[in-house]
T-cell receptor, first 109, second 115 residues
Framework: GIQVEQSPPDLILQEGANSTLRCNFS?????LQWFHQNPWGQLINLFY???GTKQNGRLSATTVATERYSLLYISSSQTTDSGVYFC???????????FGPGTRLSVLP | NAGVMQNPRHLVRRRGQEARLRCSPM?????VYWYRQLPEEGLKFMVY????????ESGMPKERFSAEFPKEGPSILRIQQVVRGDSAAYFC?????????????FGPGTRLTVT
């Protein structure tokens, strides 16, 4: 089945810094989502982005399906951005999203 | 528009008891997915259901676990004879799957503790 990898596994930033999180997938995908799991465990939808680029405030995402990766950009990070960021890919042949292992982000004041 | 609802939010069971977890999808969603998350780990797919049908249960343990999504009412994930290793957060997500839309929305999760 499809493999989904994320990098880096852990990231520590000072408040105000920018960062790029990467998601690689091993097979063609129909769809891709980014989620933020906050320190209270809630999973929050960030982007539904099978291809192209989307922006929402300080966050933006780009998926290049032909090259099998997606990037999540966080600009001017805030302490509330801390948590784990997951990408999830839906393979062309599959029924279900497969989650990556996540990137744990800590933003320090 | 209410989001995905899960209850209970916290559940404590002794070894050998049964656990029943409930999930009500978002309005207009007829597809439900269950995931398990062990502490400090990612989400593992368990089962995908549509109303009255199990579409894919490839991630669900063969014994003690079952899931249903009846025509009326919430989806239920049932764990019989729980063991300590079942302690985890169980998340439910729902989606539409028409017009090429597959976006999943998650509920708040049920945290199961087996003592």
């Amino acid at each position: 089945g499809i493999q989904v990898e994320q990098s880096p596994p852990d990231l520590i930033l000072q408040e105000g810094a920018n960062s790029t999180l990467r998601c690689n997938f091993s097979d063609s995908v129909n769809n891709l989502q980014w989620f933020h799991q906050n320190p209270w465990g809630q999973l929050i939808n960030l982007f539904y982005i099978p291809s192209g680029t989307k922006q929402n405030g300080r966050l933006s995402a780009t998926t290049v399906a032909t090259e099998r990766y997606s990037l999540l950009y966080i600009s001017s990070s805030q302490t509330t951005d801390s948590g784990v960021y997951f990408c999830a890919a839906l393979p062309n042949y599959g029924q279900n999203f497969v989650f990556g292992p996540g990137t744990r982000l800590s933003v320090l004041p | 528009n209410a989001g995905v609802m899960q209850n209970p939010r916290h559940l404590v069971r002794r070894r050998g008891q049964e656990a029943r977890l409930r999930c009500s999808p978002m309005k207009g969603h007829s597809h439900v997915y269950w995931y398990r998350q062990l502490p400090e780990e990612g989400l593992k797919f368990m089962v995908y259901l549509q109303k009255e049908n199990i579409i894919d249960e490839s991630g669900m343990p063969k014994e003690r676990f079952s899931a249903e999504f009846p025509k009326e009412g919430p989806s239920i994930l049932r764990i019989q004879q729980v063991v300590r290793g079942d302690s985890a957060a169980y998340f439910c997500a729902s989606s539409r799957r028409d017009r090429g839309t597959y976006e999943q929305y998650f509920g708040p999760g049920t945290r199961l503790t087996v003592t």
